[in-house]
């Protein structure tokens, strides 16, 4: 997911997009400790992401802070 892609979304299509990602997360990480997963890079491009969404809710966060004083 690029970041263009997160930052045409709605907040609150990050935000369940967000959540998406995070049971996705550990759906991975439970395969992985039974010795399941298939694709061990995808836990690391699902970390990213979450981040990445993270990243710019806070962006967001801090221009509406910065606009209102």
Same mark, same amino acid.
């Given at each position: ?6 930052? +045409? ?5 990050r935000?369940? $997009?967000?959540?998406?990602? !995070?049971?996705?997360? #550990? ?10 997963? +298939?694709?061990?890079?995808?836990i690391?491009?699902? $970390?990213?992401?979450?981040? !990445?969404?993270?990243? #710019? ?13």
């Open positions: 997911m690029k970041p263009d892609e997160i930052r +045409k979304m709605s907040s609150e299509e935000l369940r $997009k967000l959540e998406e990602l !995070r049971m996705e997360l #550990i759906k991975l990480r439970l395969q992985a400790k039974m010795g399941l997963l +298939k694709d061990p890079a995808r690391r491009s699902v $970390k990213r992401d979450i981040a !990445r969404i993270l990243t #710019i809710i806070r962006e967001e966060e801090i221009k509406t802070r910065q606009s209102a004083q």
